[in-house]
Each structure stands twice: as C-alpha cells, then as structure tokens.
Nanobody, 124 residues
Framework: QVQLVESGGGLVQAGNSLRISCAAS????????ITWFRQGPGKERDFVAG????????FYTDSVKGRFTISRDNAKNTVYLQMNSLNPEDTAVYYC?????????????????WGQGTQVTVSS
C-alpha cells in the first residue's frame, strides 16, 4: 500500500513555470507506476503524464509534450512534474496516482491509490 501527497501548486502567470511534487510513503514505492492526472472545473479527470517504476519510460498527453517533464527519485519516494510555458488551459487540480503495472496506463480507473490533489491556476 502507498499513500500519496501532492504539493507545490499555486497561482502563476501564463508563460511561467511551476514544479509540483508527489511524495509517497511506503517501502514499495519503486514498484509503482506513477501518473499525473488533472481535473479542470466541470471537466473529467484527464491523463497528463506517467512514469514507469524505474523512471526509464515516460508518456505524455499531446497537449503537454515539450512543455511538461515527469521524473522520479526513488530514493526520496517522490515524483515531480516540471511544467513550463504554462497557459490558462493548464488550470486544474493535479492529482498523482499509483498502480502496480507493466505499462503506463492512461485511464483513472486503472489506479488504486490517489493523492488529495494540488491546485494549479494559470492567469492570462
């Protein structure tokens, strides 16, 4: 079992950057695929980026490719999402999720563990 806590959200102006973190408890963190989802007001929870257990494979939704970078430090039980060139369409609550999987899954129902979310607001 793993518990997830997101941090680092906030209010930024369009064009700026922000890094959010997902800290996990539990000795088996390195076994989990970790994924970031986001949910805007009145919208569904959508896949943003994912990273496999070793950190050697990543996957992004098209709208964030080239702007966002997901990484993990298994020694610190933490996954990061570096977000550059932010725009107002990136405004959402960002959630990290964990699952034991051979691949990076893009549907929320595939994930067993979720954090409480961190709000990211991008002003124009």
């Amino acid at each position: 079992q793993v518990q997830l806590v997101e941090s680092g959200g906030g209010l930024v102006q369009a064009g700026n950057s922000l890094r959010i973190s997902c800290a996990a408890s539990g000795r088996t963190f390195a076994q989990y695929v970790i994924t970031w989802f986001r949910q805007g007001p009145g919208k569904e929870r959508d896949f943003v980026a994912g990273i496999n257990s070793s950190g050697g494979s990543t996957f992004y939704t098209d709208s964030v490719k080239g702007r966002f970078t997901i990484s993990r430090d298994n020694a610190k039980n933490t996954v990061y999402l570096q977000m550059n060139s932010l725009n107002p369409e990136d405004t959402a609550v960002y959630y990290c999720a964990a699952a034991v999987s051979y691949g990076i899954l893009v549907v929320p129902t595939a994930y067993d563990y979720w954090g409480q979310g961190t709000q990211v607001t991008v002003s124009s």
